[in-house]
């Protein structure tokens, strides 16, 4: 990965910089004339005794630059917004300082995020969410969004992790919800000055009393002390930076190549589908 303070000889942004607003000046900005925005979700949250309070936020900000970073370089024109370090966490009040707002919160945030982008003249919008108590947030919001902006813009959400085919399940046995070997192996590769000097453990994780609302049918917000007491679960114990590396960068590159090719797809109101409705038989 590119080092993150590096600049050009002449001024110019670096690659690194170059479509990440908070480091941009004003000339790069007006110059750059995103086609996509990016609106990275983090959260501030107890990741058990072994990984910081910042740990998805960290995640939303690095993967975002990274793959950003690849697509600009690669021709597209993708503009990264700041991650929001505070999401929806009603199931953490257990914990100590579980930073949290409303789901009402949250929706206005990205409806205004969306506006706010629309009106700056972008009509392709990413919302890449790093934290999964935002993810049925989101998703409700998607549908506001699209009665809201649907002739104005297209608005998407995805996840970090989502990109790279089936080497999570190559890399990883542990397929803990959270602060497991995934988020584990990922900041000791993304930010290893962040982590305690105590090594990590397996972690307990905790089954409902009813078996048919472990099997997945069924959707319910888990209280999260009582399904990870330590608030993490799994094995980090199995986590390296290797791994972390690894998944990073490859995922990283895939999602890359999405941004790029949404870049360069031309804007019209029916977008992603075609220019014209098909003509009927």
């Known amino acids: 990965m590119e080092n993150f ?9 670096s690659s690194r910089r170059l479509g990440i607003l908070e480091e941009m000046t004003i000339p790069e900005v007006r110059n750059f004339q995103p086609e996509v925005l990016l609106i990275p979700l983090g959260s501030t949250e107890p990741h058990g005794p072994h990984l910081p309070y910042g740990t998805d936020t960290t995640i939303a900000d690095r993967f975002s ?14 503009l990264r ?7 929806n966490n009603v199931n953490f009040k257990d914990f100590p300082f579980a930073c ?3 789901v009402e919160t949250l929706m206005a945030v990205l409806s205004d995020l969306v506006l706010f982008g629309i009106e700056e003249g ?15 947030t989101v998703a409700a919001s998607l549908r506001q969004l699209f009665d809201d902006y649907q002739d104005r813009a297209f608005v ?6 989502g990109f790279s085919g089936d080497l999570y399940s190559r890399l990883f ?56 007491p330590a608030s993490c679960g799994g094995r980090p114990d199995l986590a390296t930076p290797e791994k972390g590396r690894q998944f990073f960068e490859a995922d990283a590159a895939c999602f890359s190549k999405f941004l790029i090719e949404l870049s360069q797809a031309p804007w019209h109101p029916r977008f992603p589908y075609s220019v014209e409705p098909p003509v009927a038989a």
């Not at 303070?5 to 942004?13: I, L, Q, R, V």
């Not at 972008?122 to 049925?136: A, E, P, Q, T």
Request: aromatic residues 4%.
């Open 173 to 228: 046995s542990d397929h803990s919800p959270h602060a497991g070997e995934f988020e584990t192996s990922l900041m000791q590769y993304l930010a290893p000055e962040t982590l305690p000097d105590t090594a990590p453990v397996a972690a307990e994780m905790n089954q409902p009393e009813l078996k048919e609302l472990s099997a997945g049918g069924i959707t319910w917000v888990r209280r999260w002390a009582a399904l990870m």
């Open 5 to 13: 303070n590096n600049e050009t000889g002449d001024g110019s942004p």
């Open 156 to 161: 998407a959400m995805c996840g970090c992790g």
């Open 65 to 78: 630059a990274e793959a950003v970073r690849l697509a600009n370089l690669g021709g597209g024109k993708i």
């Open 81 to 87: 917004l700041p991650p929001l370090p505070i999401g």
């Open 122 to 136: 972008v009509r392709k919008i990413i919302i890449l969410n790093c934290h999964g108590g935002n993810d049925s």
């Open 100 to 102: 949290r707002i409303r």
